[in-house]
C-alpha cells in the first residue's frame, strides 16, 4: 500500500509499506480516511521533536474506518467509524493499573514511535484504542485526538465555578482547552503572540477576554484589570515556549495552579521565592490523554456543544503531501487544523 514517509528532516516520500493479512489477538484492521496535522506532525517533520526517528509514517490525528476484527474483539465491528486513542501503554504496567494509562512509561504512541495511519491501505491497531462515533464524520473523528489533550490539560487545572483560568497560547491545542473551558462556569482568558488568533478565539469561541503579549510585559496589568487584581487561579501554558514556559507563574493567584501541556526539550528556570513559593502554586504536567477523555469528547461533539466545522481551515489530499506539507510550518498561513483527505 502506498504510504507517506518522513524520510528524513524536510524530506517526505511516497513509499510502499505491506498490509496485514488479518487481524492478530486483540486487534482490528483500519482504513484511514482522515488525518489531522498537528503541531507534532510538523515538530517531526522539521527534525525537532525528540521522539521521532527516520524514516516514519506519521498520523495520529485520525478518522478511521474499521475493516475487519479478531476473533475476541467485541467493542467495534467492521465498519463501525471510528476516533483513535494513538498512545498505546502496557495494560499491566503500575501506572496504568492505576488508571493513569496516558503517562504508562513504555507507552508508545502510533505515528510518532511507530508507523502511523498516513496510508492507503489497512493497518493493524489494538482494538482496545479504537472510539466508535458512527453518527460522526471523518473529520469530525479526526479531531477528538486533539481536543482530548486540551480536555485533559483542563482536567488537570481543575478550574472550580467563579475562578477564572489563563491559557497561553491559542495554536490548536490551547483552542482545544478554550472549547472545554466555555462549557464551564469560569472566567476564561486567552493570551497570544498572534491577533489573528485572538480574533478568532473571539469570534468564533466567544472568548470575551482575548490578550496579546507585549514584549515590555504591559500584558500583566491587562489581566490584572480583568481579574480585579486577583490574576489567574489556574494558567495553562500551552505554547511549549521555555520563555513562556519559565515566566508564566506571573500571572498565577495565590495558590493558583499551572499547568503545562505545551512541551519542551529546553531546561526551564524560573525564581523561586518571589513568585512561585510566595504565593504557594502547584505546578502540573499534562501529558495526552485518557480513554474517557475520548469518549466524553466524541458525546460532546454529537450533543452539538463543540462545533469542529470552526478548526478546518485547510483540506489537502494523500498525494498533494509530499509537495504541500512544509507550508504548514509557517505560522504566516494561518492555518487553524489542516486535514489530510486519504479517502
Not at 521522539?51 to 474483539?73: K, M
Not at 528556570?269 to 502540573?284: C, D, S, Y
Request: hydrophobic share 40%.
Amino acid at each position: 500500500m502506498q504510504a507517506i514517509q518522513f524520510t528524513s528532516p524536510k524530506e517526505i516520500n511516497i513509499v510502499d509499506l505491506p498490509e496485514p493479512a488479518a487481524p492478530g489477538p486483540g486487534e482490528a484492521l483500519v482504513r484511514t480516511h482522515r488525518m489531522g496535522i498537528c503541531g507534532t506532525d510538523l515538530a517531526c517533520y522539521l527534525g525537532k521533536f525528540p521522539f521521532f526517528a527516520y524514516p516514519r509514517t506519521p498520523g495520529h490525528e485520525l478518522g478511521l474506518e474499521v475493516v475487519a476484527v479478531a476473533g475476541d474483539v467485541t467493542n467495534v465491528k467492521p465498519g463501525d467509524k471510528c476516533s483513535l486513542e494513538p498512545y498505546v501503554n502496557d495494560p499491566a504496567s503500575p501506572t496504568s493499573q492505576k488508571g493513569n494509562s496516558n503517562c504508562c512509561p513504555g507507552v508508545q504512541v502510533i505515528g510518532v514511535h511507530n508507523n502511523g495511519g498516513l496510508r492507503k491501505g489497512v493497518f493493524a491497531v489494538p482494538a482496545r484504542k479504537l472510539h466508535p462515533g458512527n453518527d460522526l464524520s471523518y473529520d469530525q473523528l479526526a479531531l477528538v485526538e486533539t481536543l482530548a489533550i486540551g480536555y485533559h490539560a483542563v482536567q488537570r487545572g481543575n478550574p472550580q465555578p467563579g475562578e477564572t483560568v489563563l491559557v497561553i497560547g491559542a495554536g490548536p491545542i490551547g483552542l482545544a482547552c478554550l472549547e472545554f473551558l466555555k462549557l464551564m462556569d469560569v472566567k476564561t482568558i486567552v493570551m497570544d503572540m498572534v491577533q489573528s488568533r485572538l480574533d478568532f478565539c473571539q469570534k468564533n469561541l466567544g472568548i470575551q477576554h482575548a490578550m496579546k503579549f507585549q514584549p515590555d510585559d504591559s500584558h500583566l496589568a491587562e489581566l490584572e484589570k480583568i481579574t480585579g487584581g486577583q490574576l489567574a487561579d489556574v494558567v495553562i501554558d500551552a505554547t511549549g515556549s521555555p520563555k513562556s514556559m519559565s515566566t508564566c507563574f506571573n500571572y498565577a493567584a495565590f495558590t493558583g495552579r499551572v499547568v503545562y501541556v505545551g512541551i519542551t526539550t529546553s531546561a526551564l528556570t524560573f525564581q523561586h521565592a518571589p513568585v512561585f513559593h510566595r504565593r504557594e502554586i502547584t505546578l502540573l504536567a499534562s501529558r495526552n490523554a485518557l480513554p474517557e477523555d475520548f469518549d466524553n469528547i466524541i458525546q460532546l461533539i454529537r450533543d452539538g456543544k463543540i462545533d469542529t466545522n470552526l478548526w478546518i481551515t485547510h483540506r489537502i489530499a494523500f498525494e498533494e503531501v509530499p509537495a504541500e506539507f512544509e507550508k504548514f510550518t509557517d505560522p504566516a498561513l494561518g492555518a487553524i487544523k489542516a486535514i489530510i483527505e486519504v479517502r
